[in-house]
């Protein structure tokens, strides 16, 4: 029974330092504006993008900010984060943050898309590509995970659209 025990113990510590090693946590204060400006802005959005499309296929997961699983708001923050970049946690949080964009087609690469249900921000999106159309975002959804959608094409995402903000700018 010891043998036994000794075992599951090594078997316990392995698959823990395994785990710990593999990811590193995110500590993120949701009340504290953007750690870092871009002076190369477009670099910047453009390496946002690569990040997130890295990440397209993974799925859904409540509460999720890393690789196994993301939920909207953790796929932003660690996006971000892969690129120097600390933003608050919540999409509500990320909402206060930057400043709006007024038309869509003024909307740039690494910009974020916010959503409500019932007056309430609840889901966020980063933009790839806007035009007067076209609203292109790499979001994690309930039903299918991280992909890459035109919001404005889809009877459900686009009623609930509360606009876009930018986090990059001054």
Same mark, same amino acid.
Request: net charge positive; charged share 20%; hydrophobic share 35%.
């Given at each position: 029974m010891r043998e036994l025990i000794g075992k599951a113990f090594v078997v316990f510590l392995s698959l823990h330092f395994a785990a710990c090693g593999a990811f590193e946590p995110l500590v993120i204060d949701e009340h504290r504006a953007p750690s870092k400006r871009m002076d190369d802005d477009k670099g910047v959005r453009s390496s946002l993008e690569k990040t997130a499309k890295s990440l397209l296929g993974i799925p859904y997961r409540y509460g999720g900010n890393d690789r196994t699983g993301f939920d909207c708001?953790?796929?932003?923050?660690y996006t971000f984060y892969q690129n120097g970049i600390t933003i608050p #946690?919540?999409?509500?949080?990320?909402?206060?943050?930057?400043? =709006?964009?007024g038309e869509l087609a003024e909307a740039k690469q690494g910009d974020l898309a916010f959503f409500q249900l019932n007056g309430k921000i609840d889901h966020v =999106?980063?933009?790839? #590509?806007?035009?007067?159309?076209?609203?292109?975002v790499i979001h994690s959804t309930s039903s299918r995970g991280v992909m890459h959608q035109d919001i404005m094409a889809s009877s459900y995402w686009k009623p609930r659209l509360k606009g876009v903000r930018d986090l990059l700018g001054d």
């Open positions: 708001s953790g796929l932003t923050v #946690r919540t999409a509500a949080n990320q909402y206060q943050q930057g400043r =709006g964009v =999106g980063l933009i790839t #590509r806007a035009t007067k159309r076209e609203l292109w």
